[in-house]
Structures are given as structure tokens and as C-alpha cells.
């Protein structure tokens, strides 16, 4: 068994369901430490959400530390579902048919096993390498994201570390390992929206005032509305219902007040600002009376073709002989918050089809092709 399957079945062995770590910071922790890196455990949250955040640093030897690449991931998994569905212990780590079972596989142990053997490699064979590594491991991304890697991102910036290069292990191949990379992610804009009206008996609607019937033309403008037209990296933002609620439970009854949750997918030709006010204005020109709030998820970010990008995309060219594609598809991640302190964000791992299903798996085959690529792209950057 390669050092980098075992570390990934002990990762799956800690039950990290959110927001516990299971214990996997500690194992990495242990690994970074022998091979030189200074570690600091972080403990945030209330007690009844606690959160494991793990920060590590092994400077390199040019005078100013050299430049900085970081490892980002996150130890904590989503719930596994109805066990009996799964066909073996989701932390039990199971290899079948050349695959390796378990919570957390895909999403994301087994990238965080590869950054570590990556790196030990990397450091028995440059051992005067001149930049610096560092490690940020959270417990707290599958959750809340409220006291994980956005307050540590803050720690970083108030004690002054400059960060270069930041690599996600999130799970982002799509038919084979290498394909495809996330450059970037689209923003996420939430709001509840309440339209209000009169409660009235459906046989009298002269006395009432039916918010549905109100809302209708406005939902369909909003819905037919170009907000962007996107860009080279972004796909238009994209304005979504998810939810709708309205009535008493009885049949003849005008509702009070219409409940309406929607999002927008935004990319970087908006802003939160335009898209609040713009929604706004269409809900004004209707004469609609209504309530909105709103919450920000997480705002676009993008790092287009830099070093980091080009490095990665060498890396698994030479080890997959495959040309990745770059992209910016996909749900939000904790790149949100690193981009704020860091120029250059990717995400790169295994294949992602799996991620949060019952049988959660990977490709055994992949996972010494994966560390490979995370080595590979060290050896560009930092040697």
C-alpha cells in the first residue's frame, strides 16, 4: 500500500462528521512536524458547534521566507445518510473493484493525504527548498463556514503572513483525474422575499388582497431578466427560485403574505449592490409591497491564467498527459475567504461524482497520481 492510500484510509477511519475532526488534524499535524513545519491548533465556535482549525509553516530559505504556497482542505464530512443504504461502513475504508469507499473519500481525505505525502517527498528532495509551505485545515467547511477558514484568513492577515499561492483540495475532475481545475467561483446572493397582502375569504376577493397574484409578474420578469452577460470565466449570473410559501392550510383563504427564497449565481460583471438594487426596482415598478433580507454567501473571485494556475496545469500535463480545463462551474468553497488574503486560488482533486453520495468513493488508481501532481507543482513553484 502507498504511504498516501494508508494516510487516506486513516483519514476516513476518524469520524469527522461536522463540525468534529475526528482526529485528522492531529495525524497531519503529526506527519508536518516531523518533516520541520511549526503547527498551531485553533479551537472557535460556540461549545455546542466547536470548530478544529490547524495552522502549519515550514519557511524556506531565501531571506524573505521566499514565495508562500499554501494547502487549504477541510477535515470535517457531510452526515453519511441511512447507513443501511451503504454497502459498507462509511468509516471503515473499503477497497472494491479498484475503488476506495468511505465518508470523506472524494471530499475531500484523500486530497489532504496527498498533500501531505506530496510534501514530505518534496522536502526530502529539496530540503533547502526557498520558499515556504503552509498547511490551513478546517473542520468547519461542510457546515456553517463561520468559524473555519474565514477567521483563520483573518488571523493571517492581523499577524501580517503574506500567502502567494493557495491550492484547495476540493474535488474537482469530472471523467478522469486532471480534467478539469477551478480557477475561480461564481458569488452567492441569498434573500428572503415577503410579499405582502390583505387576508381575506377567497369568495369575497374584493376585500382581500392576494400576494400571489400580485407577485406573478414580477417572478416572471426576475425570472426572464439578463442580469450579465458573463465573461470569459463566468457563465451570466443566474437568478434562482428555491422555495415558496403562501396560505393557511385552507382552500378558501386569500393569504396574508407570500414567502419567496431565491439566490443569485453571480459572477464578477456583478455586483451584490446592482443585483440587490436591481431587484428592488423591479419589485417597486409592480407596486409591490414587500420585505427583503438578504444574505451574502460569498462574493466571485477569479485567478485566471497566473503561475499558479500554468504550474498546476504543467504538473498534470507530466503526470496524466492530459490538457486541463480551466473553470469557475460549481457551488461556493472556502476560496471565498482565501482569495481575500491571496492573489492566486485554484482548486484541484479527484473526481467529484461521488462527493456526499451513499458509497462516496475514489479511484484507487488516482491517489498516487494526485499526490504526484501536488509534488510536481511544488517542485515548480517554491523549489
Not at 259 to 266: E, K, S
Request: charged content about 20%; some cysteine; hydrophobic content about 40%.
Amino acid at each position: 500500500m502507498s504511504a498516501t492510500l494508508e494516510l487516506t484510509e486513516a483519514l476516513i477511519a476518524c469520524r469527522s462528521v461536522t463540525p468534529a475532526d475526528g482526529g485528522c488534524q492531529e495525524l497531519i499535524a503529526k506527519r508536518l512536524q516531523a518533516i520541520g513545519f511549526h503547527t498551531e491548533s485553533v479551537l472557535s465556535g460556540p461549545e455546542n458547534f466547536r470548530v478544529t482549525n490547524l495552522w502549519a509553516i515550514k519557511k524556506g530559505t531565501a531571506a524573505d521566507q521566499g514565495k508562500v504556497l499554501m494547502f487549504a482542505g477541510h477535515t470535517d464530512v457531510v452526515p453519511t445518510g441511512p447507513l443501511e443504504k451503504w454497502d459498507s461502513d462509511p468509516f471503515t475504508p473499503t477497497i472494491r473493484d479498484g475503488f476506495l469507499f468511505g465518508r470523506g473519500a472524494a471530499d475531500m481525505k484523500t486530497s489532504l493525504a496527498g498533500f501531505v505525502v506530496a510534501t514530505e517527498e518534496f522536502v526530502i528532495n529539496h530540503p533547502k527548498h526557498s520558499g515556504s509551505i503552509a498547511f490551513l485545515i478546517t473542520s468547519d467547511e461542510e457546515g456553517p463556514a463561520n468559524d473555519g477558514t474565514v477567521i483563520m484568513c483573518d488571523r493571517l492577515q492581523q499577524c501580517g503572513q503574506r500567502l502567494d499561492y493557495c491550492v484547495i483540495g476540493e474535488p474537482t475532475s469530472v471523467e478522469r483525474i486532471g480534467d478539469m481545475i477551478k480557477n475561480g467561483r461564481r458569488g452567492s446572493l441569498s434573500g428572503k422575499l415577503k410579499i405582502k397582502g390583505v387576508q381575506a375569504h377567497i369568495a369575497y376577493p374584493h376585500l382581500g388582497k392576494n400576494p400571489i397574484h400580485i407577485a406573478a409578474p414580477a417572478i416572471a420578469q426576475l425570472v426572464e431578466a439578463e442580469w450579465d452577460k458573463g465573461n470569459q470565466y463566468f457563465q451570466p449570473t443566474s437568478f434562482q427560485i428555491s422555495n415558496v410559501h403562501a396560505g393557511t392550510g385552507a382552500n378558501n383563504v386569500i393569504p396574508n403574505e407570500l414567502i419567496i427564497d431565491f439566490n443569485f449565481r453571480f459572477s464578477t460583471e456583478s455586483t451584490p449592490e446592482q443585483l440587490r438594487k436591481r431587484l428592488e426596482n423591479i419589485l417597486k415598478s409592480q407596486q409591490i409591497d414587500f420585505e427583503i433580507d438578504w444574505i451574502l454567501g460569498g462574493s466571485p473571485f477569479i485567478t485566471g491564467n497566473g503561475d499558479l494556475a500554468n504550474a498546476l496545469r504543467n504538473a498534470i500535463k507530466a503526470e496524466t498527459q492530459i490538457d486541463t480545463e480551466l473553470s469557475t462551474t460549481g457551488g461556493t468553497s472556502d476560496g471565498r475567504f482565501i482569495a481575500k488574503i491571496c492573489k492566486e486560488v485554484v482548486e484541484f482533486g479527484p473526481l467529484n461524482a461521488t462527493s456526499h453520495k451513499i458509497n462516496e468513493c475514489v479511484i484507487v488508481n488516482d491517489v498516487e497520481p494526485l499526490k504526484n501532481i501536488y509534488r510536481k507543482t511544488l517542485e515548480q513553484l517554491i523549489a
